[in-house]
């Protein structure tokens, strides 16, 4: 049960045969006012299940309200009268009732309740309506494919019901929708649908095939003498005289006497003809009742007995009929019944082949590098670079080379110096990465021999050994660590420099052994 | 014994059944493979990681040799030979070098071979040289040294000039290189 939204116009739609009957109905000061009716031609017959084009001059747009009635063969009725309860405790009662009434399982129909305002001996009349959710999602697609979005589907004799609520005679009423291929009954009290039936849909007293008779073709019949057009008198199957007084009988089952009605209603296709009306009046043995409407505005030429189902659905979406039977689920149906099933299975195929995926990626390349791994391991190249490595690091250690050494101490002396003694020992020595080397030799005066001092500590830590005066000349002897040759171009360009241009020639008074 | 169950009975046992048959599968086939891929995924990360450091430890080889190339000369790329032909190679590479410089040897007196520490299975392979010569040749053996196919390091080096001979100098020096393997004395 839930209720509608305030609209001031409504759409209905009926499909009757060979027909669409579509009604705007408007909200006008004086009551409702039909706006527009329109009759779209289907010559192909119509048939939810089968895709269709939009009728053309198709008026409905995605934002209208839309009500769509569905054919009442497809609707399958219940009622019955719980003990006064919570909605929420109804609710599960009704899902019972449901699970009983249904020749299938619950989730393959949609439903909606109504609790009337009947009550007898304390307890209140519920009726249940549920169709087969295909067809609701068929409704919906066919709909969307024409750009119209339904907020409501219902019953067809229930729409038509809606309209009783109307009539200025509010006592109970039998209705009677009677189309090409079926017929759908219903007691209404005013504004409440106290039960609902279809005949040729298997009504409990009912058994055997339904008579193919059983259908009426007003326009098969022939006309009656004195009735311009209409039919002969006596001219409906007893066969379907028969179902009707069953299906009288089932709309009267638990109602109170208080409620069966005396007179009857005829609407829909079957019932432009009077003789038709009439004689179902009278197999059932009661008064026809002609609808008398103040509250709705009919245009010139719109025959509410015909009409009256589309016009029903529209009125549902309006507020002169609120909680309306509405089977159209709250949630959004999928346009397809296999569509979910297969997106969703698209969708866990996707995640397990990227799961797959990622674990093929892992694994072959875990094997990749396990294998690549392995092979180094088996060269022993780990072992091999982790030896070489040492090697390097050991010869790193032993301090710059004697060429080196030399070529910087060489540059070094100033004039008038002569190298005496050189000694030169390969690191390493102590924690650092350098080598000793011992220099003695004479220069100029203590003034050059200071200048020296201080150009080799530079180059490393300086020890003064000794030192005298001698001959005019300053006799020395020095310690150094040197760890490293300042200045990078001595290092690279040593080796090079020295085996082409010996110090002897490069300082001519100072290269070891040179020339004082 | 004759059991109905209603739809409901019946939908409640499937979803039951269902739900076990998940569980199992989680127990017995998911979740296992989920620990070998966790597994697997650990022991290649851990193989990652040896290759990176094996990468960076080539990287770091390729510089140190790069930076020995001109002290010490190409030979230091070279691998270790062992102890016996270490001595050999030594000993024909010191004199060739020696001799292209003219210098004149006056004594080779080979050393014992010394382990070194934090090197194990290499040994230093030695040999003491004494001679005579003048600046120049002196500065152009250090440079045939570093041209040598053998790598040879000068360990020690030592000059002595006589104030009665310039020019002349006395020089005594101990050149080494490495060998892989224990000595055989």
């Known amino acids: ?516 | 014994m004759n059991l109905k169950l209603t739809p409901r009975d019946r939908r409640a046992v499937l979803l039951g059944a269902a739900a076990l048959g998940v569980l199992i599968l989680a127990r017995l086939v998911v979740l296992p493979w989920l620990d070998g891929w966790s597994a697997a995924r650990a022991h290649a990360a851990a193989d990652r990681a040896e290759l990176l450091r094996i990468e960076t430890q080539l990287a770091r080889l390729v510089a140190q040799r790069h930076r020995l190339k001109d002290p010490l000369g190409s030979a230091v790329g070279k691998d270790l030979q062992d102890v016996e032909s270490a001595r050999v190679s030594l000993f024909a590479s010191a004199q060739a070098a020696l001799g292209a410089a003219g210098f004149s040897a006056s004594d080779y007196q080979p050393q014992k071979p010394r382990r070194l520490a934090g090197l194990p299975g290499v040994q230093e392979i030695c040999i003491q040289v004494r001679g005579k010569c003048n600046g120049e040749q002196l500065t152009n053996m250090l440079a045939q040294l570093c041209k040598t196919p053998t790598l040879v390091v000068v360990r020690q080096l030592s000059l002595d000039n006589d104030e009665k001979k310039p020019g002349e100098l006395e020089v005594t020096m101990i050149l080494m290189t490495l060998a892989r393997g224990e000595v055989r004395s």
Not at chain 1, 148 to 159: E, K, N
Not at chain 1, 240 to 257: I, N, Y
Not at chain 1, 437 to 462: C, I, N, P, R, Y
Request: charged share 20%; with cysteine; glycine share 10%.
């Open chain 1, 1 to 516: 049960m839930r209720q509608q939204g305030r609209v001031n116009y409504a759409w209905g739609l009926e499909p009757a045969g060979h027909c669409l009957r579509l009604v705007k109905l408007v909200r006008a000061e004086a009551g409702l006012r039909v706006a527009e009716y329109r009759e779209l031609a289907v010559p192909r017959g119509w048939d939810w299940s089968v895709p269709m084009p939009a009728p053309p001059a198709w008026p409905v747009g995605p934002k209208e309200p839309l009500a769509v009635c569905v054919c009442d063969r497809g609707v399958l009725y219940r009622t019955f009268d719980p003990p006064p309860a919570e909605e929420s405790v109804l609710r599960k009662t009704v899902l019972n009732q449901l699970e009983v009434l249904l020749p299938a399982q619950v989730g393959q129909f949609v439903h909606d309740w109504r609790a009337t305002s009947l009550e007898h001996d304390g307890r209140r009349r519920v009726v249940i309506a549920a169709v087969r959710k295909q067809t609701i999602q068929q409704i919906v697609a066919r709909c969307g494919a024409w750009g119209a979005v339904p907020q409501v589907v219902l019953p067809t004799v229930w729409a038509s019901a809606g309209l009783v609520g109307l009539l200025v005679d509010p006592s109970p009423l039998l209705l009677l929708h009677l189309s090409a291929h079926c017929a759908g009954g219903a007691v209404v009290a005013g504004r409440d649908v106290l039960s609902c039936g279809v005949l040729d849909q298997g009504l409990p007293e009912h058994a055997g095939a339904p008579d193919p008779q059983m259908d009426v073709d007003p326009t098969s019949l022939p006309a009656r003498p004195g009735e311009a057009g209409g039919p002969r008198v006596g001219s409906l199957p007893a066969s379907w005289r028969f179902e009707l007084r069953q299906l009288h009988q089932h709309l009267l089952k638990d109602l109170p006497a208080s409620c069966w009605p005396r007179r009857c209603a005829v609407v829909g296709q079957a019932a432009e003809l009077a003789m038709v009306r009439h004689e179902v009046a009278d197999t059932l043995g009661l008064e026809l009742a002609e609808p008398r409407m103040d509250a709705l505005e009919c245009p010139t030429g719109l025959n509410l007995r015909t009409w009256a189902a589309s016009v029903g659905a529209a009125l549902s979406m309006l507020s002169a009929q609120p909680g309306a039977i509405n089977l159209l689920p709250a949630r959004k149906l999928p346009r397809l019944s296999a569509v979910p099933l297969r997106r969703w299975a698209w969708v866990a195929a996707w995640i397990a082949a990227a799961v797959l995926g990622l674990f093929l990626v892992d694994t072959i390349r875990a094997g990749r590098m396990d294998a690549r791994l392995r092979e180094i391991r088996q060269e022993g190249r780990c072992d091999r670079l982790d030896c070489e490595l040492a090697v390097g690091d050991h010869l790193e250690s032993g301090g710059p080379a004697p060429l080196e050494v030399l070529d910087y101490l060489v540059s070094l002396l100033p004039e008038k110096s002569r190298l005496l003694k050189w000694k030169y020992q390969r690191g390493p020595i102590g924690p650092g990465r350098c080598c000793e080397v011992t220099v003695g030799g004479t220069v100029g005066d203590d003034k050059a021999f200071t200048e020296l001092l201080q150009k080799l500590s530079q180059a490393g830590k300086v020890e003064f050994k000794s030192g005298r005066p001698d001959q005019g000349k300053f006799r020395f002897e020095v310690g150094l660590l040197i760890q490293r040759i300042p200045g990078g171009a001595a290092t690279a360009e040593g080796p090079a420099r020295s085996s082409t241009a010996p110090a002897g020639q490069t300082q001519p008074a100072s290269g070891p052994g040179g020339a004082p």
